[in-house]
């Protein structure tokens, strides 16, 4: 079985002043991947937007939890 790539492709013509676009897509859910379904639940709609928070979130806890370790180390008294 073959999947369909998805992709745009635009043609302009010169005599009419009409433009033409066309769109090829998955057309089915069967037809996609697992990662291609879990990331477009993950990344998209309010789910996604929560997900992006708690990220940025985790990510700057982290950072800091770091940046204050490492800080502690390197100033300590001797």
Avoid: N
Avoid at 38 to 65: D, E, H, P, Q
């Amino acid at each position: 079985m073959q999947t369909q790539q998805s992709g745009v492709q635009y043609s302009r013509w010169d005599d009419s002043g009409q433009d033409e676009v066309h769109v090829a897509a998955v057309s089915s859910p069967e037809e996609a991947s697992s990662w291609e379904r879990i990331s477009r639940k993950l990344c998209s709609g309010k789910l996604g937007v929560t997900m992006k928070v708690l990220g940025a979130v985790a990510l700057f806890w982290a950072v800091f939890i770091l940046g204050y370790v490492t800080g502690y180390y390197v100033h300590k008294c001797k």
